[in-house]
């Protein structure tokens, strides 16, 4: 595999991934939630650390960014649309952009909704989109800054990826996630046995993350607005898509 992924426990339900360029050894840390795990991860694979990539501004994302890079001395990559409330930045970055580790090549997209300025970073030759808290596995994350609309159009593109890509999103909900898009669609086949797999998941201590984005589609009701079977069961067969996935969102909320 050209990129080695490593999920990494941090706090409650948080994670943060390092990610190593296969043929040169560079190391990248997306997020920061917990300085602790991240370098004891680092150490017991004998790795160095070349970048930190955020995501987004929550503290629960960046909170331990300065004891890590005081660990390392490393350069921070976020979003150039943030800058003013992320920590400093030796790369400010926007939708469009690119970027290397190693010879991987990094591209940024604009992940607006759960915050304005959030951004994913997607590694096309890994097939890997690192996605914060905008793109939830199962999910999508709550709309603090964003509108409904906003999170919809950032969910549309990213469906725009190749099916094989794989979501790595920045938190453990994938459980209740599932469990809530049973209320939406309680007969989708595809669903039913994915819950199976990740009920058994969580019981042996599995994390949840890296599915593709192929299985998403087929069972994450916020990338479903737009499906007449789904518009059907909520009766809104006659609605725009995001006004669907408002919808949807609205439940979750109150789930």
Not at 128 to 144: E, H, K, W
Not at 187 to 204: F, G, H, S, T, Y
Request: charged share 25%.
């Amino acid at each position: 595999m050209p990129l080695e992924i490593v999920t990494i426990p941090c706090l409650s339900d948080n994670y943060a991934y390092a990610v190593q360029d296969t043929e040169t050894g560079e190391v990248a840390v997306i997020d920061a939630p917990e300085a602790a795990p991240i370098l004891r991860t680092l150490s017991f694979r004998g790795w160095g650390l070349n970048m930190v990539l955020l995501t987004h501004h929550h503290p629960d994302h960046v909170q331990d960014l300065d004891l890590l890079t005081r660990a390392v001395e490393v350069p921070v990559v976020g979003a150039r649309a943030d800058a003013h409330r992320l920590p400093e930045l030796a790369l400010a970055v926007g939708d469009g952009d690119a970027f290397a580790l190693g010879v991987q090549t990094i591209h940024v997209h604009d992940a607006a909704g759960h915050t304005t300025g959030h951004v994913a970073y997607h590694f096309p030759d890994a097939h890997a989109l690192f996605t914060g808290d905008s793109l939830m596995v199962m999910g999508c994350g709550r709309l603090f800054e964003g509108d409904a609309k906003t999170m919809w159009d950032t969910l549309s593109r990213f469906m725009e990826l190749p099916p094989e890509t794989r979501i790595y999103s920045g938190h453990e909900y994938t459980l209740a996630n599932a469990r809530f898009a049973l209320t939406i669609e309680p007969d989708n086949p595809a669903l039913i046995e994915r819950v199976k797999r990740i009920e058994a998941a969580r019981k042996r201590g599995d994390d949840t993350m890296g599915p593709t984005l192929e299985e998403e589609m087929a069972t994450n009701p916020f990338l479903r607005a737009s499906r007449p079977e789904v518009k059907a069961a909520l009766g809104m067969e006659g609605a725009e898509d995001w006004e669907v996935f408002a919808e949807i969102r609205r439940r979750k909320d109150a789930f």
